[in-house]
């Protein structure tokens, strides 16, 4: 069965009308090009900040839809598409967290990822970054089922934790999908790496979708929306402005790679099973 994927490099500003609308008419342009799995960029019915979180956060309660959640359930079934809804500024219980929704073809929510590892980082001169100041993290792994098997789901900074990929490639997920925003400094270091990094440790397909680069934001992305192989080959990208990224995804490549090269098989947990505990070596 084949499986076209689309990842959807959005132009995101700061009218949350005008990013739904934008999110809508672009998913469903991908739908219609034969996507059957369609994702979006991290926060991508507001501007990338932690100075906006508060101002866009919507609460995720599925019996009583907001805004964006409604539109993307919507979008998912006009589509008949599984669509990872990217992420949105999510509030609970007076906390706020950077949340992916991901719905089927009925206009269904089937999982939620909050963002596990906050992006706080500090490169002198060029990016302070700190979600911490006011998300708190989510505390679980994510993944959902399709006709074409299961996928993680991750955000952004999660991919630098190739523990939360390994999980779910052990459980027997096909791919991780990445709703992300890398940024002028560590975009061109980091977001290709990282990508085929985890697709190789995990010898699964790999996509990381960002929204497209506003200069007169306050936060500029990287873009450079990705699809990665199961043998770490970049199948599909973009550069930084609007666009759709498609791949069709060939699932016997999984069972190539395994069989050239059996890492599976060859693992020694027997010698590195205890890798929390090693922690306690490092300042
Ligand atoms: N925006 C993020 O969460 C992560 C990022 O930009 C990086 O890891 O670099």
């Not at 501007?47 to 309660?61: H, K, L, R, S, V």
């Not at 949105?88 to 206009?107: A, K, Y």
């Not at 963002?115 to 002198?124: A, M, N, Q, T």
Request: charged share 20%; with cysteine.
């Amino acid at each position: 069965m084949s499986l076209k994927l689309a990842l959807v490099q959005l132009a995101v500003g700061a009218q949350k009308a005008v990013n739904l609308a934008n999110a809508r008419a672009k998913v469903l342009e991908a739908a219609k090009a034969g996507a059957n799995i369609v994702v979006l960029p991290e926060c991508f019915n507001s501007p990338y900040g932690t100075q906006y979180f508060a101002q866009y956060a919507e609460e995720i309660d599925a019996a009583q839809p907001s805004e964006s959640l409604q539109e993307l359930s919507k979008m998912a079934r006009d589509g008949n598409i599984f669509l990872v809804g990217g992420s949105i500024p999510e509030r609970d219980s007076g906390h706020l967290f950077n949340t992916c929704t991901v719905w089927n073809p009925q206009g269904e929510l089937i999982a939620k990822h909050r963002k596990v590892h906050l992006f706080d980082i500090d490169f002198p001169g060029r990016i302070v970054f700190k979600e911490s100041d006011v998300l708190k993290p989510g505390n679980a792994l994510t993944d959902f089922a399709t006709p074409w098997g299961r996928f993680g789901v991750g955000i952004c900074y999660d991919m630098r934790f190739p523990e939360l990929a390994m999980i779910a490639a052990r459980r027997g997920c096909v791919g991780m999908i990445y709703p992300g925003a890398f940024n002028m400094t560590t975009g061109p270091m980091h977001w290709e790496l990282l990508l085929r990094a985890r697709a190789m440790d995990n010898q699964v397909f790999v996509a990381g979708c960002s929204p497209a680069r506003d200069t007169s934001a306050t936060y500029h992305a990287w873009g450079h929306s990705t699809i990665v192989d199961p043998f770490a080959r970049v199948i599909a990208t973009t550069e930084d402005s609007q666009d759709i990224v498609y791949a069709d995804l060939d699932l016997e490549l999984i069972k190539e790679v395994r069989q050239s090269v059996p890492i599976y098989a060859q693992r020694r947990f027997d010698v590195y099973k205890d890798v929390a505990a090693a922690k306690k070596e490092v300042s």
